[in-house]
């Protein structure tokens, strides 16, 4: 089993409807992040959470919201999808004990919205 | 502020050619670097890391150098393969950035047989 799930794994949707995005871990991490992926733009960051009660925002949240349920669960929600958030979005982990340690992904949500 | 370049792509490479794939970083303090790789229809896996200067990461014939000197961490392999196609991803994690991976924007590898 996966350590990082993220479900769906694919969705195409139209404009203006609500989506959400689910990720779960079973590493026992303190920390989860969101990320979307555009080509040729590399990963960049949309929410990030340091532990339930800790929500940040990253460097492109707008349009986007996150819940942190518990430890282990980090949902992404577009509540009005518009085209230009069609892309590859990844959840993270990592632990905050070693903070010098890497992330670990999910294997991604591909996202259209017509 | 934060940021990352890496060579731009596509690379195109013969089976048993020599990859160099060029990062270079800007950030405050010493941060820790990172490779990623993605493979196709896959997410991000951690290829190799180096926490500080002078460190060498290194991980299935891949090889970076933690320069702080040059800020750089420039990707090497001897000999690639049909196998090693994929997108590199060059990151740093620092003490200034809470937690989060600033990346480059990937380069993507094409290894022909």
């Known amino acids: 089993d996966a350590d990082v799930t993220q479900t769906p794994r694919n969705r195409i949707t139209k404009t203006g409807k609500r989506i959400m995005l689910e990720c779960s871990q079973t590493?026992?991490?303190?920390?989860m992040y969101w990320y979307r992926q555009d080509p040729g733009l590399g990963l960049r960051l949309i929410y990030y959470?340091?532990?339930?009660?800790?929500?940040n925002k990253g460097e492109i949240s707008d349009g986007y919201s996150v819940s942190r349920q518990a430890q282990a669960k980090f949902s992404l929600s577009l509540e009005s999808a518009i085209p230009n958030q069609t892309a590859l979005y990844f959840c993270?982990?990592?632990?905050?004990?070693?903070?010098?340690?890497?992330?670990?992904f999910g294997d991604g949500t591909r996202l259209s919205i017509l | 502020g934060n940021s990352v370049t890496q060579m731009e792509g596509p690379v195109t490479l013969s089976e048993e050619a020599f990859l160099t794939i060029n990062c270079t970083y800007t950030a405050t303090g010493y941060p820790s670097l990172f490779w990623y790789v993605q493979y196709p229809g896959e997410g991000l896996q951690l290829l190799l890391k180096a926490t500080k200067a002078d460190d060498k990461g290194s991980n299935k014939g891949f090889e970076a150098t933690y320069r702080k000197e040059t800020t750089s961490f420039h990707l090497e392999k001897g000999s690639v393969q049909v196998s090693d196609s994929a997108v590199y991803f060059c990151a740093f994690l620092g003490s200034s950035t809470l937690g989060r991976l600033y990346f480059g924007r990937g380069t993507q590898l094409t290894v022909w047989p």
């Open positions: 959470s340091f532990d339930v009660k800790d929500i």
């Open positions: 590493k026992g991490h303190d920390r």
């Open positions: 993270a982990t990592s632990d905050r004990a070693e903070s010098n340690q890497p992330q670990h």
